[in-house]
């Protein structure tokens, strides 16, 4: 009777009428409990339902009936595989190969179970051994090569998964599994095609989805990694980590707004998300929303007090809108962190806030160390080209302060001496200056969409000799370029006025007033003295044909206009208490500033009233274009410079339309450039030795109109005449400077200091 009980649920197991069969074998167990078949197929059909559990135990009392049943062995094995008991499972795939050695099945599952339990090469033993016995096996060939990646050997895996592809051309599995080896093998755009074959061939596939747009944004194709996330995130909305991604891709898109909104979803569904809310904070930084962005930068450090830059970030937050409140314990917090060695805060953001040249070498040489890089490009080759070979990196080919400043030179550099190449990684832009700019070299690449490896390795391609980082540490910025040293003479110079800390970057070009001798030691480079100033600037700065009137720029009819249009955040209370002194000092003069945000206005005018100066003396003029802020600077009598992040570009612009600025010298670098420019152009009298001076200075001139008329018809005459804006006497030596570099590298000579001469 049982026998025909069984053939009967066997047919009914075959036509998947699984609840009937399962019915018929509970009949024949109700007569005989012990009966083998009936156990271990009633076990197999509740895997089949789903019912692993009760599945497991079912075949577990059909092996205790026959302990020598390998296939009963060999599904139980299975099953403890999917309930995840990896080390019964392979006790059970070992009693089915001792049975059976040449179980193809049971060794290749145990090799699956090996190779989760991190036992990698009892894995691969026995995937070796199926590929033997089954060349054929496609399965075989792909977890074999799961073995070796775990194993650390990528090169030989990605063979084994090119067995497995040639056997099965459409193994999603393994198209996606390829893609690992390749990305050990540092092959990333071979990694991403295989991605998207992954893709293709299971377009709904989260893994796969989710895998290729990592690597999109890692290799900054933003915007398809965007498309990406979105595919992915239409499977799995909830998913908080996807969320965030979007948002970074977006990020690098200049797309703050989309950005924002993904950010919002990311910590929406994962309220404890700190990276999400650290990119949440740093797009409303970037939107200038800072009171909304301090508020994240709090949560934070709430959730990771220690996360790296947050607590500087939160500190430039009030610093961007001139809160300083909390400035004497903010300045004590950098002061121990940087001390302690803490990523505290980045090096640009010090600037406006150290005092000290060695915290800015510290400062920098922590953030260098989160650069750090493999073997390098350059190895020792020596060029041999007819002309020096110049690469220019910027983000910064755009309206920006340093392109303004750098555009003649690019075109007064001598093509029979130096082949000029520009890197620009930043934003696309239709401007002018960009246009000029491209149009004055030799060769421009356009790497915005390229990684770091990509850019660094084009610079050893077309064997570079001097690689020049316009901006170090400013925003935009990718130090991880150079940091892969592709070519022999690295060099820091204009956009960040500070040391990068760095042993991969040779020289910084400086001058006398920036770094006196006995500061070489808080610079890593070597530090190369160029004769007049180190800015370069451009003698075709284009101004405004007309000059607005006083009540058009928002200033009263008469008195004193002191001004300064550094960026708000520059103010520091010791030069804004000198400032009001000063208005207090002058009747009837006011402070012209420049208006970055409203926050910041309305600080600013409180911090005046509480100094006793009426807050309407304080006059803001809203940004406006390039031409149009020279012209207007005009109106200035006498710009008063900030300490200690002093005027850099705004000097020079002031300079150039003929208004005088007084500077003092600080202790670092940033706190002397003013000091520079000022020498650079023949009026060293304006540059003083303390603040005392400098408000005295100040005064003086405010007072005395024929003093200041005489500084005014001085400047007006050394613009035309001095060194600070011939563009083309400042290539001259910034060329004597490349090419003594270069001369020093091709006699073996190891970087080290040096001065230019002057030209006679």
Same mark, same amino acid.
């Given at each position: 009777m049982n026998d025909t009980v069984l053939q009967n649920a066997l047919r009914l197991r075959r036509a998947g009428k699984f609840a009937e069969a399962a019915?018929?074998?509970?009949?024949?167990?109700?007569?005989?409990?012990?009966? @083998?078949?009936?156990?271990?197929?009633? /076990?197999?059909l509740h895997y089949q339902s789903g019912q692993l559990e009760e599945a497991e135990r079912l075949i577990g009392e059909a092996i205790v009936v026959n302990p020598g049943a390998a296939d009963a062995l060999y599904n139980r094995a299975s099953l403890?595989?999917?309930?995840?008991?990896?080390?019964?499972?392979?006790?059970?795939?070992? $009693?089915?190969?001792?049975?059976?050695?040449?179980? =193809?099945?049971?060794?290749?599952?145990?090799?699956?179970?090996?190779? $989760?339990?991190?036992?990698?090469?009892?894995?691969?033993?026995?995937?070796?051994?199926?590929?033997? *016995?089954?060349?054929?096996?496609?399965? /075989?060939w792909a977890n074999q090569a799961g073995a070796l990646l775990a194993l650390n050997r990528p090169a030989d895996a990605l063979a084994s998964y090119d067995r497995a592809l040639a056997l099965k051309p459409d193994y999603a599995q393994v198209w996606k599994d390829r893609a690992v080896s390749l990305l050990a093998l540092d092959r990333h755009l071979d990694a991403l095609a295989a991605l998207d074959r992954a893709v293709e061939l299971e377009p709904k596939n989260p893994e796969s989805l989710y895998k290729r747009a990592e690597l999109q944004l890692w290799l900054k194709r933003d915007t398809e990694a965007v498309l990406s996330y979105e595919t992915f995130l239409a499977l799995e909305p909830g998913h908080a980590e996807a969320w965030n991604l979007k948002g970074v891709a977006l990020v690098q898109l200049q797309r703050h707004a989309e950005a924002l909104a993904s950010f919002d979803k990311a910590v929406s569904l994962d309220p404890g998300h700190s990276d999400a809310w650290n990119n949440r904070a740093n797009v409303l930084f970037e939107l200038k929303r800072f009171e909304e962005a301090g508020r994240d930068y709090e949560r934070v450090l709430q959730l990771v007090p220690d996360l790296p830059y947050v607590e500087g970030f939160l500190i430039q937050c009030r610093m961007r809108v001139c809160d300083w409140r909390s400035l004497a314990d903010d300045r004590h917090k950098l002061y121990a962190g940087l001390k302690a060695g803490k990523r505290?805060?980045?090096?640009?953001?010090?600037? #406006? !806030?150290?005092?000290?040249?060695?915290?800015?070498?510290?400062?920098?040489? !922590? @953030? *260098?160390?989160d650069e750090a890089a493999g073997p390098p490009?350059?190895?020792?080759?020596?060029?041999?080209?007819? $002309?020096?070979r110049v690469a220019y990196l910027t983000a910064d080919f755009r309206p920006h302060p340093v392109a303004f400043l750098i555009a003649g030179v690019f075109e007064h550099h001598d093509r029979d001496r130096f082949e000029t190449i520009g890197i620009s990684f930043g934003p696309g832009t239709e401007s002018e200056i960009h246009a000029r700019i491209a149009a004055g070299f030799e060769h421009f690449f356009d790497v915005r969409s390229a990684g770091d490896g990509e850019v660094a390795a084009l610079l050893k391609r077309i064997e570079v000799d001097v690689a020049v980082d316009l901006m170090a540490f400013t925003e935009g910025c990718r130090p991880a370029i150079l940091a892969q040293r592709p070519a022999p003479i690295q060099v820091n110079f204009l956009g960040f006025p500070g040391t990068m800390g760095a042993a991969h970057i040779?020289?910084?070009?400086?001058?006398?007033? +920036? !770094?006196?001798?006995?500061?070489?030691?808080?610079?890593?480079?070597?530090?190369?003295?160029?004769p007049d100033t180190y800015q370069a600037n451009d003698s075709r700065r284009r101004v405004a044909q007309q000059t607005p009137t006083r009540a058009e720029a928002g200033l009263p009819d008469s008195g004193f206009v002191f001004c300064c249009f550094n960026n708000n955040y520059k103010i520091m209370p010791e030069m804004f208490d000198i400032w009001m002194r000063l208005l207090r000092k002058v009747e009837g003069s006011v402070l012209w500033l420049l208006q970055d945000n409203a926050t910041a206005v309305a600080n600013l005018r409180r911090e005046a009233q509480a100094r006793g100066i009426a807050p309407e003396r304080l006059i803001f003029a809203a940004r406006t274009t390039p031409a149009e802020h020279l012209a207007r600077q005009r109106l200035g009598d006498l710009f008063l410079d900030?300490?200690?992040?002093? #005027?850099?570009?705004?000097?020079?612009?002031? +300079?150039?339309?003929?208004?005088?600025?007084?500077?003092?010298? /600080?202790?670092?670098?940033?706190?002397?450039? #003013?000091?520079?420019? +000022?020498?650079?152009?023949?009026?060293?009298?304006? =540059?003083?030795?303390?603040?005392?001076?400098?408000?005295?200075?100040?005064?003086h001139l405010a007072h005395d109109a024929d003093a200041l008329a005489a500084v005014k018809a001085k400047l007006a005459h050394n613009r035309h005449t001095h060194a600070l804006f011939d563009t083309a006497r400042f290539t001259r030596n910034l060329e004597k400077a490349f090419a003594r570099m270069v001369q020093q590298h091709q006699s073996a000579i190891p970087p080290q200091s040096f001065a230019v001469e002057a030209e006679s």
């Amino acid at each position: 009777m049982n026998d025909t009980v069984l053939q009967n649920a066997l047919r009914l197991r075959r036509a998947g009428k699984f609840a009937e069969a399962a019915q018929l074998y509970s009949e024949v167990l109700r007569s005989d409990p012990r009966h @083998f078949e009936a156990l271990h197929a009633l /076990g197999i059909l509740h895997y089949q339902s789903g019912q692993l559990e009760e599945a497991e135990r079912l075949i577990g009392e059909a092996i205790v009936v026959n302990p020598g049943a390998a296939d009963a062995l060999y599904n139980r094995a299975s099953l403890l595989l999917k309930l995840n008991r990896l080390d019964d499972a392979v006790q059970s795939f070992d $009693r089915a190969i001792t049975l059976k050695p040449d179980y =193809v099945e049971a060794l290749g599952n145990r090799g699956s179970a090996l190779l $989760r339990l991190g036992r990698a090469q009892e894995a691969l033993a026995d995937a070796e051994k199926v590929t033997i *016995m089954r060349p054929g096996l496609a399965q /075989g060939w792909a977890n074999q090569a799961g073995a070796l990646l775990a194993l650390n050997r990528p090169a030989d895996a990605l063979a084994s998964y090119d067995r497995a592809l040639a056997l099965k051309p459409d193994y999603a599995q393994v198209w996606k599994d390829r893609a690992v080896s390749l990305l050990a093998l540092d092959r990333h755009l071979d990694a991403l095609a295989a991605l998207d074959r992954a893709v293709e061939l299971e377009p709904k596939n989260p893994e796969s989805l989710y895998k290729r747009a990592e690597l999109q944004l890692w290799l900054k194709r933003d915007t398809e990694a965007v498309l990406s996330y979105e595919t992915f995130l239409a499977l799995e909305p909830g998913h908080a980590e996807a969320w965030n991604l979007k948002g970074v891709a977006l990020v690098q898109l200049q797309r703050h707004a989309e950005a924002l909104a993904s950010f919002d979803k990311a910590v929406s569904l994962d309220p404890g998300h700190s990276d999400a809310w650290n990119n949440r904070a740093n797009v409303l930084f970037e939107l200038k929303r800072f009171e909304e962005a301090g508020r994240d930068y709090e949560r934070v450090l709430q959730l990771v007090p220690d996360l790296p830059y947050v607590e500087g970030f939160l500190i430039q937050c009030r610093m961007r809108v001139c809160d300083w409140r909390s400035l004497a314990d903010d300045r004590h917090k950098l002061y121990a962190g940087l001390k302690a060695g803490k990523r505290i805060i980045d090096p640009q953001g010090n600037l #406006a !806030i150290s005092r000290s040249p060695e915290d800015q070498l510290e400062c920098a040489r !922590i @953030f *260098m160390a989160d650069e750090a890089a493999g073997p390098p490009l350059w190895r020792g080759e020596r060029y041999s080209h007819e $002309r020096i070979r110049v690469a220019y990196l910027t983000a910064d080919f755009r309206p920006h302060p340093v392109a303004f400043l750098i555009a003649g030179v690019f075109e007064h550099h001598d093509r029979d001496r130096f082949e000029t190449i520009g890197i620009s990684f930043g934003p696309g832009t239709e401007s002018e200056i960009h246009a000029r700019i491209a149009a004055g070299f030799e060769h421009f690449f356009d790497v915005r969409s390229a990684g770091d490896g990509e850019v660094a390795a084009l610079l050893k391609r077309i064997e570079v000799d001097v690689a020049v980082d316009l901006m170090a540490f400013t925003e935009g910025c990718r130090p991880a370029i150079l940091a892969q040293r592709p070519a022999p003479i690295q060099v820091n110079f204009l956009g960040f006025p500070g040391t990068m800390g760095a042993a991969h970057i040779d020289y910084i070009l400086a001058d006398r007033i +920036l !770094i006196p001798d006995d500061q070489q030691r808080f610079y890593a480079e070597r530090v190369v003295y160029l004769p007049d100033t180190y800015q370069a600037n451009d003698s075709r700065r284009r101004v405004a044909q007309q000059t607005p009137t006083r009540a058009e720029a928002g200033l009263p009819d008469s008195g004193f206009v002191f001004c300064c249009f550094n960026n708000n955040y520059k103010i520091m209370p010791e030069m804004f208490d000198i400032w009001m002194r000063l208005l207090r000092k002058v009747e009837g003069s006011v402070l012209w500033l420049l208006q970055d945000n409203a926050t910041a206005v309305a600080n600013l005018r409180r911090e005046a009233q509480a100094r006793g100066i009426a807050p309407e003396r304080l006059i803001f003029a809203a940004r406006t274009t390039p031409a149009e802020h020279l012209a207007r600077q005009r109106l200035g009598d006498l710009f008063l410079d900030t300490s200690p992040y002093a #005027a850099h570009t705004t000097c020079s612009d002031a +300079l150039w339309v003929g208004l005088p600025v007084v500077t003092y010298l /600080g202790p670092t670098f940033a706190a002397r450039v #003013a000091g520079s420019l +000022l020498h650079a152009v023949g009026l060293p009298e304006l =540059v003083t030795a303390s603040p005392g001076e400098y408000e005295a200075l100040a005064s003086h001139l405010a007072h005395d109109a024929d003093a200041l008329a005489a500084v005014k018809a001085k400047l007006a005459h050394n613009r035309h005449t001095h060194a600070l804006f011939d563009t083309a006497r400042f290539t001259r030596n910034l060329e004597k400077a490349f090419a003594r570099m270069v001369q020093q590298h091709q006699s073996a000579i190891p970087p080290q200091s040096f001065a230019v001469e002057a030209e006679s």
